[in-house]
């Protein structure tokens, strides 16, 4: 069977088409195919990228609202250690503030000033005296936070070392409305 030129014609082109084809198939769709899969993965790796060094600033906007509420709850304890609170209150606020600096609490004593200091009609003074274990820096925090408020006043230091742990002892003055 002889071909004649338009089926020869034909038939090239078919082949032509036929390797076009299957050159698409199985070479240049696999690698597409293979370069979205690979794109996919850098978006992947770069949004954990930027989360780990914060580039985005999410982290640093979570910490932010942090900050925030925790200014506000500050703010709403320190207007009522204006006012005359029960032992119980200065407890929980002081311990409270230990925690908040890493350190633990060991002991907490309340006692009233001295007796022989002038007595105000508004206002009363107590000494508050901590017993906390934890590092010099965690110390010097809560000292640094202490020394912020208007009300509180460091009276007294002492630190003694046990092994690695250092025992800290504060006595704080503090100053409020007589209830």
């Known amino acids: 069977m002889k071909l004649q030129p338009n089926e020869k014609r034909l038939l090239t082109i078919l082949a032509f088409v036929a390797v076009i084809a299957l050159s698409f198939q199985y070479l240049i769709f696999p690698e597409i195919k293979k370069g979205q899969e690979l794109a996919t993965q850098n978006e992947n790796l770069n949004t954990a990228y930027d989360l780990l060094i914060n580039k985005d600033g999410k982290a640093s906007q979570l910490e932010a609202s942090y900050e925030v509420e925790y200014g506000k709850l500050n703010n709403l304890l320190d207007k ?13 606020y002081f ?7 890493g350190l633990k609490p060991a002991s907490l004593t309340i006692e009233p000033f001295d007796k022989d200091s002038i007595v105000y009609s508004t206002i009363t003074q107590v000494y508050v005296t901590l017993g906390v274990d934890g590092s010099l820096e965690q110390l010097v925090a809560l000292m640094t936070d202490i020394g912020s408020k208007p009300f509180l006043k460091i009276h007294n230091l002492d630190t003694t070392q046990k092994g690695e742990e250092y025992n800290h002892t504060l006595k704080i003055e503090l100053i409020m409305l007589k209830g």
């Open 80 to 92: 009522s250690l204006s006012s005359s609170l029960k032992d119980e209150d200065l407890d929980r």
């Open 95 to 101: 311990t409270q503030m230990i925690i908040k600096h």
